[in-house]
């Protein structure tokens, strides 16, 4: 099943689940789902809560483990389009950028931009995807992908200089 197809059955589910619960629908759901690689995908984030705020979802659970390092920017964009849907997603991730980064942010945001490149490559949707099998998620990022992310720390390394906070901050979503 393609992902724009488990993206359809989806709505029709919660569209289903409003009905049946006279319109008072709270969903559960994953984020990062607890990847050992960044599963990272704000702007897909960004239009499912628009579309669960414009079908009448109530609020929603997300379920997930403390994973900073491989998808902080998503809770952060998460949080806060839960109280204003339309807030602009590229807006939040420079501002969570550059609160961070400082003079490194433009390359983590190159850095984080590209793991949502490679989320979203065209493939099989599935539910539950690579839960738990490191093989699964680990082949979703080509030798290039790699290249390129190491490249985007070093830059970042070279911009933040002496500055030990930033740099701890970079080696903490680098480690």
Known sequence: MAAADTNAVDLEADKRWLEVTNGNLYRYDYYSFEWLVPRYYPHRLAEDIRRMRDIGVKGIFADDGPLWPTVGPSYYVVGKLWWDPDRDVDELLDEFNH?????????MAR??????????KKRPGMWFEGNGIINQQAEKFSPADLEYLDQQFQEAYRRVGTDELIQRRIRFIEG
């Open 99 to 107: 609160t961070l980064f400082g003079p490194a942010a433009a390359a």
């Open 111 to 120: 850095y984080w931009a590209r793991h949502e490149k490679v989320w979203l």
